[in-house]
């Protein structure tokens, strides 16, 4: 009876869609596994088709071509250790999400999937058929347990597999991050082990995908919950795992453990790789946005140098007269900080001949916000030429706060491609520079030190669309704001709720009823990384038209 088991662990970031391209990786990670004398090598959750495919996986053409890779990256795999790899799997009328293992040439087991998520971004119980609950699998004479993803997060699947003879769990992820995941996948992968009494090994993906942003962070738990090894966040790692059998059963040895870093640095991280991902799964190499002196603006710039690199990212500077001298040095300063191209575009001439063509018809009439919008979709009309003009990718800068309240112009500085800091409320984006002038790390392409200037930090907020706006006349302070959105979005409270925490009737019902009547801009906004489990889009579906308000009293 074999006493020692050496697994390959593969996380690795797929392409949804690129089936050859994501075959290829598996292949590379099986020619490490083979050379390292592993007996499996392992990697994550549907990673031949990519994750999430949503209804593309459901396209028969497309399920039925995944199948047939996997079926040849068996074969071509054959001379070696056995490989498991997630993909469709189709029985009859039924679609499974599968874990496929090979072994001699050809696919030898199949575990289905069984608990399907339905919730936030999961749409499974749309998409696949639910599978049995099976037992284990033998790779040799070890018999290896797969609960795959949700099914680890219930009791039922493990213990079948512990009772049915599984001697370790192999767990295959397609788990996308958000602030604070990483705890939450330990305290049910350390449930499962202690009801079990097995050693667990976590296989998560790594990767931006749309909106979603694929940590990795895998990790290995012995009996009684002790990490053995733990996995860098956010970074494509092929690692060789070694269990030992004795007296009491498997246990995993210690091997390679990486610290994660704090949630400022992994928020920040999932931004510059989400956009990384974004630019290069739909082959942008470069990006230009609207620069305007603001913080929003400077954030999202050095996320993209970060991203892409400086030669890579363009900005653009669009003043109009309510344009204040400050912001006008406070730009051109962030963009020379950063090192990027940079670029100064007026716009008075083209406001004036638009304003002139629509004055016949805006005649007796009080200038307002149509004259404000014009402004921001100028704004948007030139960088967008640009955008056709150069091949470059327009970024968006709105902040969660803004994209709350639709605190921002459609059509006008709403345009573009994507969105990094979509899910980040106002008074994160101030910590965020904060953070990201004191530090730096070797997967930043950005130049160290203070890249965003003091004066865009402290400056109070202000869209420059008229004159001495402030972003307060319109909207309460952002720590009111955002303690209240936080309320409203991320915990789906009530206006009692916000009244209970301190806050103000008023201030409460007006966001409220700005975060309803905005549902149709959001509906038509830029995609942008998710950060939180109540993100904008498929974590928080509502009806564009909609009458109810919280009647909440009226205090």
């Known amino acids: 009876m074999t006493d020692r088991f050496r697994l390959t662990l593969a996380q690795l970031n797929p392409v949804v869609g690129d089936l050859a391209g994501n075959a290829a990786k598996a292949r590379d990670a099986w020619a490490q596994g083979r050379d390292a004398g592993a007996d499996l090598v392992a990697l994550p959750e549907m990673f031949i088709t990519g994750y999430n ?3 593309l996986v459901m396209k028969p053409a497309f399920h039925a071509h995944a199948i047939e890779v996997i079926e040849a ?3 071509d795999c054959a001379d070696g250790p056995a490989l498991a790899v997630g993909g469709p799997w189709i029985e009859g009328t039924e679609l499974f999400n599968a874990y496929h293992v090979c072994r001699g040439g050809r696919v030898v087991s199949r ?7 339905n919730e936030t971004v999961f749409d499974e119980v749309r998409i696949f058929d639910s599978g049995p609950v099976a037992g284990p699998y033998a790779v040799g004479d070890t018999r290896i347990g797969s609960p795959i993803c949700e099914d680890a ?14 001697e370790f769990l192999l767990v295959p992820n397609g788990s996308p991050y958000y602030r604070g995941k990483y705890e939450t996948r330990l305290n049910h992968m350390v449930a499962r082990v202690v009801e079990t009494g097995l050693p667990l090994v976590y296989l998560n993906m790594v990767g931006g995908q749309d909106d979603q942003v694929f940590d990795g962070g895998s990790f290995v738990l012995n009996p009684g919950g002790q990490i053995a090894v733990q996995l860098p966040v956010f970074d494509a790692v092929v690692t060789h795992v070694d269990l030992e059998r004795g007296a009491d059963g498997w246990r995993a040895m210690n091997g390679p453990f990486t610290p994660h870093p704090d949630a400022w640095e992994q928020d920040y991280r999932a931004m ?13 190499g470069r990006v230009l946005l609207g620069l305007s002196g603001g913080i929003d603006s400077a ?3 050095t996320i993209a140098v970060d991203a892409l690199g400086a030669e890579n990212v363009r900005c653009v500077m669009l003043p109009s007269e309510y344009t204040s001298p400050a912001s006008l040095e406070d730009a051109e300063a962030c963009a020379k900080a950063l090192g990027c191209h940079y670029d100064y575009v007026p716009i008075a001439e083209s406001r004036a001949a638009v304003t002139a063509t629509l004055a016949p018809l805006f005649a007796g009439r009080a200038e307002d916000l149509t004259e404000e919008n014009l402004q921001s979709r100028l704004r948007g009309l030139l960088l967008m030429a640009l955008s056709n003009k150069f091949g470059e990718m327009l970024l968006t800068t709105g902040n969660k706060s803004e994209v709350a309240v639709g605190y921002a112009t459609i059509y006008g500085d709403m345009a573009g491609g994507y969105n990094p800091i979509k899910d980040l409320y106002k008074t994160r984006v101030f910590e965020t520079c904060r953070w990201r002038n004191a530090q730096h790390r070797d997967w930043m392409a950005g130049p160290a030190g203070t890249v965003i200037p003091e004066r865009i930090i402290t400056k109070p907020p202000s869209a420059e669309l008229r004159a001495d706006q402030k972003d307060s006349d319109s909207l309460p302070d952002y720590p009111v704001l955002d303690a209240i959105l936080e309320i409203l979005v991320d915990r789906d409270g009530s206006i009692e709720d916000c009244v ?14 700005l975060l309803y009547i905005s549902e149709y801009k959001r509906f038509q906004s830029a995609p942008g990384v998710r950060l939180t489990p109540r993100a904008f889009w498929l974590d928080r579906r509502y009806p564009i038209v909609n009458r109810w308000r919280d009647p909440g009293g009226t205090g």
């Open 153 to 166: 997060w219930h009791e039922d699947v493990a213990e079948t597999l512990a009772e049915t003879g599984a």
């Open 73 to 75: 990256l068996a074969r």
């Open 53 to 55: 495919a949503q209804d």
């Open 111 to 117: 575990v289905l999937k069984h608990h399907l998520p």
């Open 272 to 284: 510059v790789e989400s956009l990384r991902d974004y630019c290069g799964k739909t082959g942008f």
């Open 500 to 513: 209970a925490a301190g806050f103000d009737r008023a201030d409460a019902k007006k966001v409220e009823h």
């Open 299 to 301: 954030l999202v710039a």
